[in-house]
């Protein structure tokens, strides 16, 4: 069907393009004239600005939730000003989704670092046995050597 010079075909080509307001001038008033005169481009256009703006809703909380995280890193690792720290706390105490990602990360930092000790009090155990094996084992310092850097790599 021809409606405004454009037919149905070009229009459904052209409505991510019309929703996304990237078309020039002339071409978007051919646009809207098709769908103001042809009721099934319109239903399709309705359904397409429904999910573009469901879409940009869902870009705009992952964003948000990106700057959050970002805000609470920076607090965490101490690289914000006084001034920063004085906003970041009033979010705090304002926004509970803050509070609780604040907890939640702290927890997190909290594991990883008890568990980095772990592994590193336990590798330096196991590394000091394997010098002192060693040790026991030859009298010469090159077989020290080559049997200790033999170690990290087992």
């Known amino acids: 069907m021809l409606k405004g010079n454009l037919t149905c075909t070009i229009v459904g080509k052209l409505l991510t393009h019309y929703v996304e307001d990237n078309l020039d001038n002339k071409c978007k008033n051919m646009v809207s004239i098709h769908l103001r005169n042809c009721p099934p481009c319109m239903e399709k256009y309705s359904?397409?600005?429904?999910?573009?703006?469901?879409?940009?809703?869902?870009?705009?909380?992952?964003?948000?939730?990106?700057?959050?995280?970002?805000?609470?890193?920076?607090?965490?690792?101490?690289?914000?000003s006084e001034d920063e720290i004085t906003r970041f706390e009033q979010k705090l105490s304002?926004?509970?989704?803050?509070?609780?990602?604040?907890?939640?990360?702290?927890k997190l930092k909290k594991i990883l670092n008890n568990s980095f000790y772990?592994?590193?009090?336990?590798?330096?155990?196991?590394?000091?046995?394997?010098?002192?094996?060693?040790?026991?084992?030859?009298?010469?310092?090159?077989?020290?050597?080559?049997?200790?850097?033999?170690?990290?790599?087992?």
């Not at 869902?58 to 914000?80: H, N, P, T």
């Not at 304002?94 to 702290?106: C, F, G, R, S, V």
């Open 94 to 106: 304002l926004e509970p989704e803050y509070e609780e990602n604040l907890l939640k990360i702290m």
């Open 47 to 80: 359904i397409v600005k429904k999910l573009f703006n469901e879409a940009e809703r869902k870009r705009k909380v992952i964003k948000a939730k990106e700057r959050m995280q970002e805000e609470i890193s920076s607090y965490l690792d101490g690289e914000m």
């Open 118 to 154: 772990k592994a590193k009090y336990n590798s330096d155990i196991r590394f000091s046995k394997n010098v002192i094996e060693e040790l026991k084992k030859t009298s010469g310092i090159k077989n020290i050597l080559i049997n200790l850097f033999k170690f990290p790599f087992q």
